[in-house]
């Protein structure tokens, strides 16, 4: 079995007083919060237990999901939010899997999950990474792939590489990835590297990130007000 890990700690600020008032991941999104959505999903897929890292506001979400749920399918840990990366290793200790699953708490993806995961077992000990090659997508073409799946560059790093000359293919993080704790023991929880600066640009390096092409489907940071007003309703509720 594999476990999962929701990151929906951070405090929405590009939402402004939105944000601020609650968590982005408790939006209303086709009746529902989208958190409850998105839970729903990844135990309807097989996942278990569900973690979610939670620090803004989380007393609504603890509130919300009070007793709904078991308490083995569905942890809550409260992290000190200091960046993804950081919320990432609070959370470790909370799965008892090697493997599991990463989703940002913003982002909505259309994605064949079994598919994903049988693509792990595949990925010979490395992370696998779901891309998007959606021209709207925030950062459309940052991550480069080669012609057997391995990425070898992502401009997201820090400091920002040079784009590659040699690649197969390049696509858009959908915030949607497989990592194992093995793949992430140099790090320590207190620490705060950036997951998407920081830590997989170093399994990069080491030639230890896949990608899953996760083609053109339907994919959108809810992160700004734009993009919020851009959610596809009936897409989400046809998740569940």
Same mark, same amino acid.
């Given at each position: 079995m594999t476990g999962a890990i929701v990151l929906a700690a951070g405090p929405g600020t590009r939402l402004g007083d939105l944000g601020a008032r609650m968590p982005k991941t408790m939006l209303p999104v086709a009746g529902r919060p989208y958190l409850?959505? %998105?839970?729903?999903?990844?135990?309807? !897929?097989?996942?278990? $237990?569900v #973690?979610?890292?939670?620090?803004?506001?989380?007393?609504?979400?603890?509130?919300?999901?009070?007793?709904?749920? &078991?308490?083995?399918?569905?942890?809550?840990?409260?992290?000190?939010?200091?960046?993804?990366?950081?919320? %990432? %290793?609070?959370?470790?200790?909370? #799965? $008892?899997?090697?493997?599991?699953?990463?989703?940002?708490?913003?982002?909505?993806?259309?994605?064949?999950?079994?598919?994903?995961?049988?693509?792990?077992?595949?990925?010979e000990g490395s992370a696998v990474i779901v891309l998007t090659q959606r021209l709207d !997508?925030?950062?459309?073409g940052a991550w480069y792939v080669d012609a057997g799946r391995s990425v070898v560059a992502s401009l997201e790093a820090v $400091?920002?590489?040079?784009?590659?000359v040699?690649?197969?293919?390049?696509? &858009?993080?959908?915030?949607?990835? %497989?990592?194992?704790?093995?793949?992430?023991?140099?790090?320590?929880p207190g620490q705060a590297p950036d997951l998407y600066s920081s830590i997989l640009p170093v399994l990069i390096a080491r030639r230890k990130l896949k990608a899953y092409d996760n083609g053109r489907r339907y994919f959108i940071d809810f992160g700004t007000p734009q993009n919020l007003a851009r959610i596809d309703h009936k897409q989400v509720a046809s998740w569940v």
């Open positions: 409850e959505h %998105l839970v729903c999903r990844l135990l309807g !897929a097989g996942l278990r $237990p #973690v979610v890292a939670v620090h803004h506001h989380e007393d609504m979400i603890r509130e919300h999901f009070n007793g709904e749920l &078991s308490r083995a399918d569905l942890l809550f840990v409260h992290t000190n939010q200091r960046g993804t990366g950081s919320d %990432l %290793l609070e959370c470790l200790g909370s #799965v $008892p899997t090697d493997v599991f699953m990463v989703w940002n708490g913003d982002t909505i993806v259309e994605l064949d999950v079994p598919d994903l995961l049988s693509h792990g077992e595949r990925a !997508a925030p950062n459309n $400091p920002k590489p040079a784009a590659p040699d690649f197969a293919w390049r696509g &858009s993080s959908t915030g949607v990835l %497989l990592l194992s704790k093995s793949l992430l023991s140099a790090y320590q």
